[in-house]
């Protein structure tokens, strides 16, 4: 399979004050197309940094990055945010749902913001298959943690993403809830055929990805294979 | 298309739940709009009235004035004129009301011809705008027979003649309501006038003809051709567009002043829609770093929000000129007193397409300036709530628009006032302020920052270092809250200052009564007069009246040829009333020279000039002056130049004789005293009018009542109007705490949630907020101080002598209303459970 992300020495730190924090260092990853990896690590260990990169969200201080071919760091903003309409779905841990608009335009909106038309056929079949379907007209806070998050999963592979970026997914959900959206997640993740990366605490969850990448202090620690694989991968 | 039809749709589902938070920047559109078309409104309609109703201000198609009668030549040339003549006599002077036994200052117009050949002297019944022609008759103004309960048929008695009312005058030509408040019209007819005996040599006597043309005459062409002969001898020509031009030029005053109201209500919005539009901005700051996250566009995310604020922001235009309409029509009601047309309450469209304009633009560019932040929001923040995006960059799109809001503002003041220096001068002024508060803001936070006092308990330090961490509001709420109190504070000063060098003319040990126009042979029995009624003689002065032949070498006329003549005019063509004596009076203060006596005929006549009046002839000590002593030339020369101060109410000289010269020439007496109460001079003023009806009595108590009531329609009409810019102003200052309560909000929920008290949360929010208020409200009245203080000693020439309890009430009331607004905007965080007040603000 070939290459979907390559990251190439790349080095991230901040000013602060009159010093300077290096939150990644040289870090060289490739992952490949349909891969699912987990990037684990203790806080501050510089996962979220990482992810914000990779999804063309930040500039690194130096190093490269290759996203679906394209090396991402001449791109634009523009053309970066493109990039991310396209072929990039993201499921963040606050859920993050514009308030103002109902469930089904929340899901709607990247399509939309392709000027593709039938969004909304789109949008309410994704809404059934996460078991929202008499949720559509809700707003965000009408709506449950749980639910909010099937929204969000929603709208994250409306655009059948090549790639999906997920930021600890049922950081905020409890158990059970957070158990079905992670089936929810792989059996997405499945049917669409995305590669996913997955930033997360729990092992139990990085134990269901088919790849862990270990990071300690800005560095690469480990990089290793899952043996026991979830059975929805 | 496709593209503007989503942002457009994505603006509008976007807006849906927070159409409330654009609430107060709604409001400062429709205030500063609303503002701006009323009084734009009102100015047009007052012009184009003017214009209108020309013909009928002046009555005639050509007058001449001058304050002494014509000579022969003059006379010549306008008697050559065809069409029908007329000719009027004014003068002010004491009547007594034989029916009450009361006396009045009055304005008595001596009229003979059928003036005015326009319009009409409205009277009640109509019929006594002739009937008065005949037998001795007036007509009176209404306030007058009002005041006095007077009726048609009464009498009124002027110098030495009783008249009978035939009615009462409710319009006389030209005049102004508020100016017959002071010295209210009787009309007579010219051939009563000698009876009255108020025609003596040196009586204030303006000498008025009026001339009906036909249409085939250009009156302006005429008078072009003959104004320097006519000017010369102080003969003013006066033609309808004369009128109609000096009409504008005396309103330009109320235009300014209702200019500066609009310009400051626009401004004080302006600053509403900017701070509004950055608490929208900041509170949509997660919503726009997801629709970036995405993968919409940075200008794309500008434009939905920009979508919003242009479409709201249009609809508040257009209500604020709807309100704008409807207030118009109470302008002309609010200064009916002061207006010599009566306006139509006529729409503008001028005034509304500015207002369109003007209020559209100016929204768009003050609501870029936050607008435009949000493409440099990053998508990092759905990852990241802290992220910090400060760059150290430039932004050379917000530079940009800070100069096209100084050059919008500058093009419409030039419009405005027609004037590019005075536009210049208010838009410095602005960006001084600016500056001045801002570098305030900044000095206060570093200053704060290193000397918060660790001794100070928790409350007061949390309080305090709220003005100073990151995401501070000081110096935004600093800037706004000080500009609007720097505005309003500049008004009410002005005010108040206007008002005490008024009533400070009354006071103490200064004159209030000036006898005027006495005889020589009078004097004495006057004198005894004035002293059985135990009032002082402050002074006793003669008067003699005389003309400027020449000066420096050169004849009048021989300098009225000259192009290089540097004399004004008024200086040169006055008839001088002229006193003598070898004393420097309590009002004047000897700045050159000294005044030099004359002892025989040989002597020099070395004469006392002035300031004012030197520099305004050109001369200085030494220089030569003739003057023509009613027929006899007599050449002097400056002896020396005097101060004078024009403060209180008594005779003032510009030139001053010595002794030994002007005794024998024709004069007359004035006399100057202090009553001390109303019913004194009530009293006494009514014993002279009797006794000696030639003499005019000037009354300042009376005056000085009736420029009060002027003041106080003024004042109401300033504070009507400054309402506008209250209303802003309140405005201003809750988008202002808006600002920071985003700021405090969470940092209030958490320091809650850890344990904080109620109480705690209050005095940590009421120390922040008293001392912002104080900050603010100090910087902005020491603003209104400095530019008051500019005003009243360059612009208005007056003392600065202000009522320092209205700078106290401002301070107070400005904390007062900060702490308020502030304590208000936290209410949600000290009554409800953390919990409940982040879902709501997350909602």
Known sequence: MSPILEVENLIMSYQSGSKTLTVLQDINIVIHEGETVAITGPSGS??????????????????????????????????????????????????QLLPSLTALENVMLPLELQGIKGAEEDAKKLLERVGLKDRM????????????????????????????????????????????????????????????????????????????????????????????????? | MNRFKFLWNIAIRDSRKNRSKLLLFMSSIILGVAALVAINSFNYNLRKEINKEAATLLGADLSATSNRPMDSTM????????????????????????????????????????????????????????????????????????????????????????????????????????????????????????????????????????????????MDDWKAKRKTQFRSDNVRLETIEDRKENLNRAFSFLNYFLNLVAIVALLLGCLGVASSVLIYVKSKTNSIALLRCLGMKPWDAFLVYFIQITFLGTIGVLIGIGFGVIIQSALPVLMADFLPVSIQMAVSPRAILEGLIVGISVTTLFSLIPLISIRNISPLRTLRLSLDETSDQRDWLKMGLYIAIILVLTIYLWVLTSSILAALGFVVGIVISYLLLSGFAFLVIKILKNSIPSSAGFVVKQGLSNLFRPDNQTQTIMVTLGMGTAVLTTLLILQSILLNNVSLMDSGKQPNMILYGIETNQMTELKSLTESYKLPILQQVPVVTMKIDGWKGKSKAQWLADSTMTAERWAVNREARVTYRDTISEDETLVEGSLKRYRNASDSIFVSLGTTFAEALD?????????????????????????????????????VFPNG???????????????????????????VVKAFPNVSV???????????????????????????????????????????????????????????????????????????????????????????????????????DISWWIVMSILFGLVLITVVIGMFNSRDVVSNPPLEVLRKENG
Do not use: W
């Open chain 2, 75 to 218: 006379m010549n040339i306008l008697d050559s004129l065809p069409g029908e003549k007329a000719r009027e006599m004014e003068m002010m002077s004491m009547s007594y009301i034989p029916k009450t036994d009361e006396t009045q200052f009055v304005r008595l117009k001596a009229l003979e011809g059928d003036y005015p050949f326009y319009g009409k002297i409205k009277t009640i019944p109509s019929e006594a705008a002739q009937t008065y022609k005949t037998g001795r008759s007036a007509l009176v103004d209404e306030s007058l027979m009002l005041q006095h309960g007077l009726r048609e048929g009464d009498s009124i008695k002027v110098g030495k003649t009783t008249f009978e009312i035939k009615g009462k005058l409710s319009g006389a030509i030209g005049s102004v309501g508020a100016m017959s408040s002071v010295a209210p019209v009787i009309y007579i007819n010219m051939s009563d006038i000698d009876s009255t005996g108020l025609i003596q040599p040196g009586s204030l006597i303006n000498y008025s003809y009026y001339f009906k043309v036909p249409s085939s005459l250009n």
């Open chain 1, 46 to 95: 510089g996962k979220t940094t990482l992810m914000g990169l990779c999804a063309a969200l930040d500039n690194p201080t130096s190093g490269d990055i290759k996203l679906l071919g394209n090396a991402v760091k001449p791109l634009s903003e523009d053309q970066r945010a493109q990039l991310r309409n396209k072929f990039i779905g993201f499921i963040f841990q606050n859920f």
């Open chain 2, 661 to 687: 010269i002007l005794e024998q020439a024709p004069q007359f007496q004035v006399l100057v005293t202090k009553t001390p109460d109303n019913a004194t001079m009530a009293n006494y003023r009514g014993a």
């Open chain 2, 698 to 800: 000037i009354d300042l108590t009376t005056i000085l009542q009736s420029v009060n009531d002027i003041l106080k329609k003024v004042s109401f009409i300033i504070q009507f109007m400054a309402i506008f810019s209250l209303l802003t102003g309140l405005i201003v200052l809750i988008s202002s705490l808006t600002l920071s309560k985003y700021q405090r909000l969470k940092e209030s929920i958490l320091l809650r949630t850890i344990g904080a008290s109620r109480a705690q949360i209050i005095k940590i929010n009421a120390t922040e907020y008293t001392f912002l208020g104080v900050l603010s409200a100090l910087t902005g009245v020491g603003i209104a101080l400095i530019a008051s203080f500019i005003l009243t000693k360059v612009q208005l020439k007056l003392d600065f």
């Open chain 1, 137 to 233: 007209t809700h707003y965000p806070t009408q709506l449950s943690g749980g639910e909010q998050q099937r929204v969000a999963l929603a709208r994250a592979f409306i655009n059948k993403p090549k790639i999906l970026f997920a930021d600890e997914p049922t950081g905020n959900l409890d158990g059970d809830t957070g158990a079905t959206v992670e089936s929810l997640m792989f059996d997405l993740n499945k049917d669409f055929g995305t590669t996913l990366i997955i930033v997360t605490h729990n092992p139990e969850l990085a134990a269901k990805t088919g790849r862990t990448i270990q990071l300690k202090s800005g560095h690469v620690v480990a990089d290793v294979k899952n043996i026991v694989q979830n059975t929805a991968n």
């Open chain 2, 619 to 655: 001369v200085k000590v030494g220089d030569e002056i003739v003057f023509n002593v009613q027929g006899t030339r007599m050449v002097t020369y400056v002896g020396s130049l005097r101060e004078i101060e024009f403060r209180n109410l008594s005779t003032r000289f510009f030139i």
